[in-house]
């Protein structure tokens, strides 16, 4: 099993409270653009957020990977945008593993921030799709490691 480590450097126990999905297998884009929505976010607030991008009425904004993605009107001060309805389901389930550290460790869930929300790419999954006269087409899949810290504010 490998050993993973966590991308945020100042990490305090008494003050932090971290949970983390490792090699999840969702779009490394559409994460990245979950995590960067839920940064800074009470986590109360994150978890509502979720929930609405689920249920497709509320969308993500698409800072970077904005090519080929539909405008939304409903987006404030950006235009570009979707509903990763897999993306926000997995870092939702990361969000509730990191509600519970934090009851374990007896924090106040109601004042508890996001500080730190990264998505990055973990191992590339190869397969090959067998084509006409002996070729083959290459079928990649690359899973997400997902990290998630709070604090209290």
Not at 4 to 21: E, T, V
Not at 65 to 90: L, Q
Request: contains cysteine; proline residues 5%; glycine residues 6%.
């Amino acid at each position: 099993m490998p050993l993973f480590k966590y991308a945020f450097q100042s990490y305090d126990p008494l003050l932090h409270i971290r949970a983390s999905g490792r090699e999840v297998d969702v779009s490394p884009k559409t994460a990245r653009e979950v995590c960067k929505a839920i940064r800074g976010m009470l986590l109360n607030d994150a978890k509502e957020y979720l929930e609405a991008v689920k249920e497709k009425r509320t969308p993500v904004p698409f800072r970077r990977f904005k090519r080929g993605s539909a405008h939304r009107s409903e987006i404030n001060g950006f235009h570009a945008g979707g509903y990763p309805v897999k993306a926000a389901t997995k870092v939702l389930e990361v969000l509730s593993n990191l509600e519970a550290n934090a009851e374990f460790k007896g924090r106040d869930l109601d004042r508890m921030k996001i500080i730190h929300a990264a998505a990055a790419r973990g191992r590339m999954i190869r397969s090959y799709t067998p084509r006409a006269q002996g070729r083959s087409s290459p079928s990649f899949n690359t899973l997400v490691h997902i990290e998630l810290i709070a604090t209290e504010a």
